[in-house]
């Protein structure tokens, strides 16, 4: 449904057929539909806009930096925590910029 969506505004947008990030994003998500071997994997994607395909792999980053590089900071705990929150400030703005759900209210 969203991924017709998509489509359907990337065909209607004249700009959309020069903007090479949302032409290969549309090319990859009709693939995909036509491909049997990656229709288990389209939920990795469904919730996002056609180039914000790669978001999820920047949430296992930051959960990454928070389990295994975060303890490695400092035997501090307050320091600890100053680097935990200038990584969240970090991913929280970054999120803010991209908006990168198709759904707005996921956005906020």
């Known amino acids: 449904k969203h991924t017709e969506a998509l489509l359907k505004m990337?065909?209607?947008d004249t700009h959309a057929?020069?903007?090479p990030v949302m032409v290969e994003s549309?090319?990859?998500?009709?693939?995909?539909?036509?491909?049997?071997?990656?229709?288990p994997f389209l939920f990795l994607i469904k919730p996002?806009?056609?180039?914000?395909?790669?978001?999820?792999?920047s949430d296992l980053y930051r959960r990454m930096l928070f389990i295994s590089v975060l303890?490695?900071?400092?035997d501090q705990p307050q320091l600890r925590a100053a680097f935990g929150c200038v990584i969240s400030l970090f991913f929280i703005l970054l999120h803010n910029e991209v908006k990168p759900f198709i759904n707005n209210g996921t956005n906020t």
């Open 26 to 39: 549309a090319q990859r998500m009709k693939a995909s539909k036509r491909d049997p071997e990656l229709s």
């Open 71 to 74: 303890p490695l900071i400092s």
């Open 10 to 12: 990337a065909e209607a």
């Open 48 to 57: 996002y806009r056609g180039e914000c395909y790669w978001w999820d792999c």
């Open 17 to 19: 057929h020069h903007d």
